[in-house]
């Protein structure tokens, strides 16, 4: 019997970008039997979802759900098309290749997993990661040095290219709406986790994503790093959420690491306005306040 697989995608104004993931689907050798797109943009895709080469349910947002809502609705639809997987995908990725989704289930099926996610790669660049590994202590950006690990458990870089058994959202919940952006893919790994979840990252197979690079800061040689956010508006919310995983998860580890990486960060830098406002925002995420709607937040 064949996996069936549903694609629950977001979007937020970038109709190229749309049009060339739902391309780069419909090519999929393994054919996803149904695409939820989720619209919260200011300027409508709906006309490039209904050129699609296959069928989409395009669902409009008025509101702007952030990446936390948005895939938590676009999972729903594709749960409710009665999908076995959900393929989870942000606007500006795309599978590297056509054997992508179905070398992921093969892995899922020979490692008897029910979450798997591919390395993500940087466009142009397809021997670069778009996001750092740490391997034996070091952070690497070289697909040559991840690639042949085969398998990397209990590990991944989400939300990008996750497929997921549809019964693990009934076991650990959609994403978290109130992170809005950048800790629900976090919070979502360690809820695995805690649920002893199988899971981890195929090294064999890639999606294409906008690389990070500019936002990893070394402190202390690649022994310790930062990461630094380019806008004020990502800045908070990555900031914020950090903080208030570090609480609800009770990371130790990240908590040290924090309260010494960033202040040595922004010092060496002589920034202490910089420093302030990491510690205000942070500290407001470690109290769990500072949530509620996107316009009543201070940037």
Not at 192 to 219: M, S
């Amino acid at each position: 019997m064949t996996d069936s697989v549903a694609v629950a995608a977001v979007t937020f104004d970038r109709p190229e970008d749309v049009r060339t993931l739902l391309g780069a689907l419909a090519v999929q050798s393994h054919t996803p039997h149904a695409i939820a797109l989720v619209d919260s943009g200011t300027a409508e895709v709906r006309d490039i979802a209904a050129e699609a080469p296959a069928e989409v349910t395009y669902v409009r947002s008025l509101a702007n759900l952030g990446g936390a809502g948005g895939f938590s609705l676009a999972i729903l639809n594709a749960i409710a098309s009665g999908a076995q997987w959900v393929w989870i995908m942000d606007d500006d990725a795309h599978p590297e290749d056509p054997e992508c989704l179905a070398t992921l289930l093969a892995a899922a099926k020979a490692r008897d997993l029910e979450v798997v996610v591919p390395l993500i790669v940087a466009p142009g660049e397809p021997t670069k990661l778009s996001f750092p590994f740490r391997i034996d202590g070091h952070l690497t950006h070289e697909r040559s040095v991840v690639e042949p690990l085969g398998f990397i458990e209990d590990i991944g870089q989400f939300f990008n290219g996750a497929l997921i058994r549809t019964d693990v959202f009934f076991k650990v919940g959609l994403p978290d709406l109130r992170l809005f952006i950048r800790g629900d893919e976090i919070d979502f790994m360690l809820r695995l986790r805690a649920a002893k979840i199988k899971f981890g990252t195929v090294t064999t197979v890639a999606l294409t994503h906008p690389a990070g690079w500019g936002e990893v800061q070394l402190v202390l040689g690649d022994r310790l790093h930062v990461l630094v956010p380019e806008s004020p508006f990502k800045r908070f919310y990555y900031y914020r959420n950090r903080g208030f995983l570090t609480r609800k998860h009770r990371r130790v580890r990240s908590f040290v690491a924090d309260v010494v990486g960033y202040p040595l960060y922004f010092l060496k830098k002589g920034d202490v306005k910089g420093l302030a406002k990491w510690a205000s925002t942070y500290g407001a995420g470690l109290r769990g306040a500072k949530f509620g709607p996107i316009e009543d937040q201070k940037f």
